[in-house]
């Protein structure tokens, strides 16, 4: 079993920056593939990015691809999300989740370990 702590959301504006961090605690963190989530207000929660057990493969949302970058730092068992070029429609609760899985790319059905998110909110 894996905990998840989230942090580094906040308010910014259209146009800049803001960097995710999930933090991991308890099982080896290598050991599983991470992804992050977002859920607006009234919204379903939907997939923002994936990165593999090495952190060699990736995988981005349409809506978040050329803005958001996924990494993570194995040896800190932390996953960050750096997301450039903010607009109004990236306001959401963020979520960290972990999967373990011998897929690079698992179905989120697959994600069982879930952190309780961070909000991210950008105005215009």
């Known amino acids: 079993q894996v905990q998840l702590v989230e942090s580094g959301g906040g308010l910014v504006q259209a146009g800049g920056s803001l960097r995710l961090s999930c933090a991991a605690s308890g099982r080896t963190f290598s050991g599983y593939v991470m992804g992050w989530f977002r859920q607006a207000p009234g919204k379903e929660r939907d997939f923002v990015a994936s990165i593999s057990k090495s952190g060699h493969l990736t995988l981005y949302s349409d809506s978040v691809k050329g803005r958001f970058t996924i990494s993570r730092d194995n040896a800190k068992n932390t996953v960050y999300l750096q997301m450039n070029s903010l607009k109004p429609e990236d306001t959401a609760l963020y979520y960290c989740?972990?999967?373990?899985?011998?897929?690079?790319?698992?179905?989120?059905?697959?994600?069982?370990?879930w952190g309780q998110g961070t909000q991210v909110t950008v105005s215009s």
């Open positions: 989740a972990a999967a373990d899985t011998s897929s690079d790319y698992p179905h989120r059905g697959l994600y069982h370990y």
